[in-house]
């Protein structure tokens, strides 16, 4: 057995991910609040409730979250 080495491009779980996401968009949109930040996550997070392959969730909410927050900016 191999010890899997644990980061922000390789997290442990779902959760994880989102965190890393969350910090990312914290760090890129400075003017929006973070909880705006985590409302839209979980928005995002509960479009893909029924889906059972969860993998790609986190680079979904990602990109769809990152929509949202250039159309907050842009307006």
Excluded: K, Q, W
């Excluded at 400075?30 to 392959?53: G, H, K, N, Q, S």
């Amino acid at each position: 057995m191999h010890d899997r080495r644990v980061s922000c491009t390789n997290p442990e779980s779902e959760y994880e991910a989102l965190l890393h996401v969350v910090r990312r968009m914290v760090e890129r949109f400075p003017a929006v609040d973070e909880e705006a930040i985590l409302e839209i996550v979980v928005d995002e997070v509960a479009r893909f409730d029924a889906v059972r392959l969860r993998d790609y969730i986190p680079v979904l909410v990602e990109h769809d979250l990152l929509e949202r927050l250039r159309g907050r900016a842009a307006a």
